[in-house]
């Protein structure tokens, strides 16, 4: 578990996946260099997961972001996937609201300024490169597999987003907590699965449109990714999202959780706070963790699913 991070309090934290990106980390950070002036640096925290890479995209991530004032590389010991990497990165997430991004900055960073600024009336403002109800790629023969998947989306989710996959997506730090904790799917079909939870949530999601550049040496392998992304998809009308959850009073502090949660060693949780008590969500590996912090504040423990969780104040902890 990374360490406890006590420090100044974030607006905003950026995180950056990151799978063999050694050779593009530097041009993505090119790209995001005019915009930096927009992100109050001195309030916004840099996460960078390198999702168990084998080149040297650790080493390169810190000396590319080891300019800001604050930044974080985090590594996980082996390849997870896309989806794995972004759900580590919003774990340690100390920002308000939280903004993920390719490491490539396909999507012209001098947006996500008003992608944050839209979560004054969002939970979820998911950048869109969809305009006039279509999206082009640079080859018609990528367009065509973009139209299929975006159906296959709809067929198994129900979800109607046109653009689930671009590479900008930002939200408030509750709710990408709790999606990121009842998430299951590791790989790039995450997107699809957090809109899908997001609509069983009741979430209020908005779409910005955005403007990018197709750009070269993407780490996704060109055939493997896309059966193994259908398959993930195939797979979520069939999975049960259920966590482990401690039930305390309605009123239990933030503060209180974090401390018992620090002495459980558990991090990432957050409150669901309803009329007559407060559900705290745990990941699924965390049970042992769920009775430590039960006892500690005369709490119960139980699992929960998505139904569980709606119509309550989502707070991160």
Request: a neutral charge; hydrophobic letters at 45%.
């Amino acid at each position: 578990m990374p360490p406890d991070r006590n420090g100044p309090k974030f607006t905003l934290t950026v995180v950056v996946p990151a799978f063999n990106e050694a050779q593009r980390l530097r041009r993505g950070f090119t790209r995001l260099q005019p915009c930096l002036d927009d992100l109050d640096l001195e309030r916004t925290e840099f996460v960078i997961v390198d999702d168990g890479s084998t080149d040297d995209t650790a080493r390169e991530a810190l000396e590319v972001y080891g300019e800001l004032p604050h930044r974080l590389v985090v590594q996980q010991p082996a390849n997870r996937g896309k989806g794995a990497a972004v759900r580590l990165g919003v774990a340690v997430a100390r920002g308000e609201r939280v903004l993920a991004v390719d490491a490539d900055m396909a999507i012209d960073p001098c947006h996500y300024r008003a992608m944050v600024d839209q979560l004054d009336q969002a939970d979820l403002v998911a950048g869109t490169r969809a305009h006039d109800g279509h999206l082009l790629y640079e080859s018609r023969t990528r367009t065509v597999a973009g139209r299929v998947f975006n159906r296959l989306v709809r067929h198994y989710t129900g979800v109607t987003f046109l653009d689930t996959q671009c590479g900008a997506k930002a939200f408030r730090r509750g709710p990408a907590r709790l999606l990121g904790l009842l998430g299951m799917v590791d790989g790039f079909a995450y997107d699809a699965e957090f809109f899908l939870l997001a609509r069983q949530l009741g979430l209020t999601v908005l779409a910005h449109p955005v403007t990018w550049e197709d750009v070269e040496g993407s780490s996704r392998h060109l055939r493997s990714a896309p059966l193994a992304m259908i398959a993930d998809l195939r797979a979520l009308p069939r999975t049960r999202h259920v966590n482990p959850v401690v039930v305390a009073a309605a009123d239990v502090s933030p503060e209180t959780v974090a401390q018992v949660a620090r002495a459980a060693r558990v991090q990432g949780l957050v409150i669901a706070r309803g009329t007559e008590d407060a559900l705290i969500v745990l990941s699924r590996d965390d049970a042992i963790g769920a009775t430590s912090i039960a006892a500690a504040i005369a709490g119960t423990v139980r699992t929960t699913d998505v139904a569980g969780l709606v119509e309550r104040a989502i707070e991160a902890v």
